[in-house]
């Protein structure tokens, strides 16, 4: 069964650190673009990170840039996303997308809210 699950949200203060993760199963992540989404209450969903499968290149939301870092751990076969001195706006539902050619999996999300 293929399969995309998300962990890791929670509530955290102004400037605090939580590091989510995507976890496959029936597929390996390795040879695939990985892709990190937000979507907060009432808006689109937009595209917060992604590693790419050739070189585990990197490519960040101007938002984000120097707060977050997305990773790929082979061994575990899961995609990461590390972020730090988050802010409010960071707030929402968190998903995991994976997308080969026409083939895309996606996560049921993971909620992130930044509030004092």
């Known amino acids: 069964q293929v399969e995309v699950v998300e962990s890791g949200g929670g509530l955290v203060q102004p400037g605090g650190s939580l590091r989510l993760s995507c976890a496959a199963s029936g597929f390996s992540f390795s040879t695939w673009v990985v892709n990190w989404y937000r979507q907060a209450l009432g808006k689109e969903r937009d595209l917060v990170a992604t590693i790419f499968s050739d070189g585990g290149g990197t490519n960040y939301a101007d938002s984000v840039k120097g707060r977050f870092t997305i990773s790929r751990d082979i061994a575990r076969n899961t995609v990461d996303l590390q972020m730090t001195s988050l802010k409010p706006e960071d707030t929402g539902l968190y998903y995991c997308?994976?997308?080969?050619?026409?083939?895309?999996?996606w996560g049921q999300g993971t909620q992130v809210t930044v509030s004092s």
């Open positions: 997308n994976a997308r080969r050619g026409g083939v895309s999996h």
